[in-house]
């Protein structure tokens, strides 16, 4: 993967809006949570009129981060709602989500994560069992058929929950051997076992048929020393398997990280969950120039840093398999606008300078977080797509599999970032991302040895509260997409450079793509 340093330089312009480039949780139940430049500094309101900076950045040949692996974004869902997006027909898979999960991971082995707070609410069946009390969906015949046909359209790698907070084996073997036999080894990437167990002593798993009040699945003095304990035993029912863990995301257990990868030496992948902003009690505030702030990228993605430090220390890699920008279901004004498409293209970056292997961005239907969504109530059919994923699509462009983050000289001015990467086949890719909300930005991007025209896409929408109406290069989704693929004609744009440098004005609230083809 390679990393832009950044840097944009502004020119004095004062223009906000759009132009042409160049000179031609438990996200349902929990509380959780520098490339270059700064985040976008306030504005409640509308967009503010700003002065602009001008200057260069240089493109160096340096590299600053591992190779992007395959499959490095993907999504993360609940496994109640894996028949929505994909449908219930296996032999029919909805081609609109299996394309939209190409758009994002074109590369073959995409990583799916069917995984969740569901993960401790479903079982399979087991004979002659009772259903445990905190479990709320079966996973059915169909259920399996259908993740067996959809992750072999895809070619897919599949992170599957296997429910920890029932405290039995039974449940825990049947479900992962119905998931081996019926799903296929060959497509598991890991068992996941329980999600974000650090409330398991805090959060009601089930209600009491008797006192009718919350009855947490574990009791309240359950610790992290409890779960590596509870870890263990279950990762040696299920021997010879790829596991997951310790999907959590609290911050006070993330400090014993350490201790559970030690102790853990059956784990294949590390796994923790990220959000920057909390929306858990309705006194809460998230605005958009909080989620555009460089601490909810930058600083998310220094948080993780660390941990991906710690899990290679053990020789494990470290995915973040659940993230998005605001948890406890998102905020509304927020969540679903462009704001979100603007801050997932930049930690998507941050993230890949960290080294992390891969980050899975959670989305649940009919929520306020959807980010791609069944557009009728049975699912399959056409998809609802939300601003933020075409900031992942942006990202996947520039950064695919091999690609490596590349060292930037210069700085940039408040509010603008920039990334730039190296493909495996030579091409080079600078993404410019300008969180202003007024002021457009000119960057004179220098890169030495090119020469010939660019190619220049851009990411926008009439505003970060836009909710609809966003653009790719000219393309959109539009309201539902039947396909997957992104419709209408492309922009077509290109820039031409002076020498070795090219001029990309990037208007507010946006981000533009310069694409150089090798040699």
């Known amino acids: ?132 009390p905190g479990v709320k969906y079966d996973l059915t015949p169909t259920w399996m058929s259908v993740a067996h046909s959809l992750a072999a359209d895809l070619h897919a790698r599949l992170i599957l929950g296997v429910n920890l907070e029932a405290d039995s084996r039974a449940v825990a073997t049947a479900e992962a051997g119905a998931m081996l036999s019926r799903i296929g080894r060959s497509y598991l990437d890991a068992f996941e076992l329980g999600n974000e167990p650090e409330l398991y002593g805090s959060f009601g798993w089930y209600r009491s048929p008797v006192t009718h009040l919350l009855v947490p699945g574990r009791p309240p003095t359950y610790s992290i020393a409890n779960f590596i304990g509870d870890f263990a035993r279950f990762s040696s029912y299920l021997r010879g398997d790829p596991i997951a863990g310790p999907s959590m995301g609290g911050p006070k257990w993330l400090e014993s990280l350490d201790s559970f990868v030690a102790a853990e030496h059956r784990l294949s992948v590390v796994t923790v969950h990220a959000y920057p902003l909390k929306h858990c009690t309705k006194s809460t505030v998230v605005t958009s120039a909080q989620l555009l702030a460089d601490s909810s990228s930058h600083g998310l993605a220094q948080r993780v840093a660390p941990w991906v430090a710690l899990s290679s220390r053990h020789h494990r890699p470290l995915r973040v398999d659940e993230m998005n920008g605001i948890s406890c279901g998102g905020t509304r004004g927020v969540s679903d606008t462009f704001t979100s498409a603007l801050w997932v293209l930049d930690t998507l970056f941050e993230m890949a300078r960290t080294g992390v292997s891969g980050v899975n961005i959670h989305t649940v239907p009919n929520t306020i977080n959807e980010v791609v969504g069944p557009a009728s109530a049975n699912g399959g059919g056409a998809m609802r797509v939300h601003p933020e994923f075409y900031g992942m699509v942006m990202f996947a462009q520039a950064a695919p599999a091999g690609s490596h983050l590349l060292r930037l000289s210069g700085s940039s001015p408040s509010g603008v970032k920039v990334w730039a990467t190296r493909a495996g086949d030579g091409s080079t890719h600078v993404v410019v991302i300008n969180k202003r909300l007024g002021g457009a930005a000119m960057v004179q991007v220098k890169i030495p040895g090119a020469h010939g025209a660019a190619s220049v896409e851009q990411l926008q929408a009439s505003g970060v509260h836009a909710t609809s109406g966003v653009t790719l290069g000219g393309q959109t989704f539009g309201a539902a997409t039947s396909t997957g693929l992104l419709g209408g004609k492309p922009a077509g744009l290109t820039v031409s450079p002076a020498g070795d440098t090219y001029p990309v004005r990037v208007p507010a609230a946006s981000a533009t793509m310069l694409s150089l083809p090798a040699g």
């Open 1 to 132: 993967m390679v990393l832009l340093t950044g840097g944009a330089l502004l020119l004095a312009l004062a223009l906000a809006g759009c132009g042409t480039a160049g000179a031609t949780s438990k996200s349902q139940r929990s509380a959780r949570g520098q490339g270059h430049g700064h985040a976008a500094s306030g504005a409640s309101g509308g967009a503010r009129r700003a002065a602009a900076t001008a200057g260069t950045i240089g493109v160096t040949g340096a590299t600053v981060a591992p190779a992007i692996p395959a499959g490095f974004v993907g999504l993360s869902i609940e496994a109640k709602a894996l028949e929505q997006f994909a449908g219930s027909n296996p032999r029919a898979i909805d081609p609109a989500f299996v394309h939209l999960l190409q758009d994002i991971a074109p590369q073959p082995s995409p990583v799916l994560r069917i995984a969740g707070d569901s993960t401790d609410w479903s079982w399979w069946p087991v004979p002659h069992a009772a259903r445990p």
